[in-house]
């Protein structure tokens, strides 16, 4: 069963400020009546066994979209029994799913809709067929949880912003940090081998200064497609700085990493931007740097970094993998 869904705000009045008068503020003295009456009003709202007043309090304790659509999936449950529930939505150009339970034959599809906005894709299913009567219910618990489920997939667009590089489309040096901590962590803790590679695309001042910076960024989008062409999808790419790429391989040891920069490095080389008398092709020079036991985050990326100097030293368009500092 398919059955689209649409939520709108409702039209409030705004009271038109007068350019003569100042709104002020009422300095009258203490009104016990009306505090008692937000006191109470507080209480019921917070105790309020009804559901929707239930649904929304708790989505608002929250902009977690994952953890909303948790809550979403019980409340609903606790009134309108289902199989499985799964949403679907692409937030700043990522994938995001969520899922609970198996599937039945009998789905009821819906289409999150707020002032003009598409906020995602629910569907719920079961064994047995929805009433009519059930299908309203879900339709005004869905309008309670719109607004918060908005706010959640914003918050997760900002939050995405902030850990993007605007130019390429791929993680900054930011969201890199967080994750080299993270890794850290879970090597430590599992014993799992973790390596960095950082890449320089070779003589790039003189690109811009020859070509200007225009040809400039578009090798770097170029080359931050190739990146990721040319690695696995449980590896990360991060523009690290400048003309300087990171790239983090989970479950692999140097000597696997070096295979992969070298790979990197074909991909890179097959950059060609035509500049109508000439042809503008790149090359990267790799620094590869495995995680060693209880290695903080900045020994590590220091080391990857001292590999990627030799690299360069060495006449670059070339890896170089560093095994300790010292070495």
Same mark, same amino acid.
């Given at each position: ?244 790429? +990171?790239?983090? &391989? @989970?479950?692999?040891?140097? #000597? !696997?990493?070096?295979?992969? /920069? $070298? ?25 590869? +740097?495995?995680? &060693? @036991?209880?290695?903080?985050? #900045? !020994?590590?990326?220091?080391? /990857? $970094? ?22």
């Amino acid at each position: 069963m398919g059955r689209k869904f649409a939520c709108y705000n409702e039209k409030y009045l705004q009271q038109a400020a007068s350019s003569e008068k100042h709104p002020t503020i009422n300095k009258s003295g203490p009104q016990p009546q009306k505090l008692a009456a937000l006191r109470q009003a507080h209480r019921e709202w917070s105790e309020s066994p009804d559901v929707l007043t239930r649904l929304t309090r708790r989505l608002s304790t929250t902009l977690n979209l994952e953890t909303q659509l948790a809550i979403l999936a019980e409340e609903i449950s606790s009134v309108i029994p289902f199989d499985c529930m799964n949403y679907r939505h692409q937030i700043a150009a990522r994938e995001f799913v969520y899922a609970t339970g198996m599937g039945g034959p009998h789905r009821c599809d819906y289409r999150l809709n707020l002032e003009g906005s598409f906020y995602g894709t629910l569907s719920l299913s079961r064994r047995q067929k929805f009433a009519e009567q059930e299908l309203e219910g879900i339709e005004l618990m869905l309008a309670a949880a719109i607004c918060p489920i908005r706010n959640a997939c914003q918050f997760i667009a900002i939050e995405q912003a902030a850990l993007t590089d605007s130019l390429t489309g791929v993680p900054n040096k930011r969201a890199m940090d967080e994750v080299l901590a993270r890794a850290c962590c879970l090597g430590d803790r599992h014993g799992e081998d973790y390596s960095l590679i950082l890449c320089d695309l070779d003589h790039f001042k003189k690109v811009n200064d020859q070509h200007g910076h225009v040809v400039g960024d578009h090798i770097l989008k170029l080359a931050a497609a190739e990146l990721q062409k040319a690695v696995r999808n449980s590896d990360s790419v991060y523009r690290f700085g400048g003309e300087e790429f +990171a790239i983090l &391989l @989970p479950h692999t040891d140097e #000597n !696997h990493a070096r295979v992969v /920069a $070298d790979r990197i490095r074909k991909f890179i080389g097959t950059i060609s931007v035509n500049c109508g008398d000439t042809d503008v092709s790149v090359t990267t020079s790799c620094g590869v +740097a495995q995680r &060693l @036991p209880d290695e903080s985050a #900045n !020994h590590w990326l220091a080391r /990857a $970094d001292e590999a990627l100097y030799r690299a360069k030293d060495h006449g670059r368009n070339c890896t170089r993998v560093f095994a300790a500092i010292g070495n």
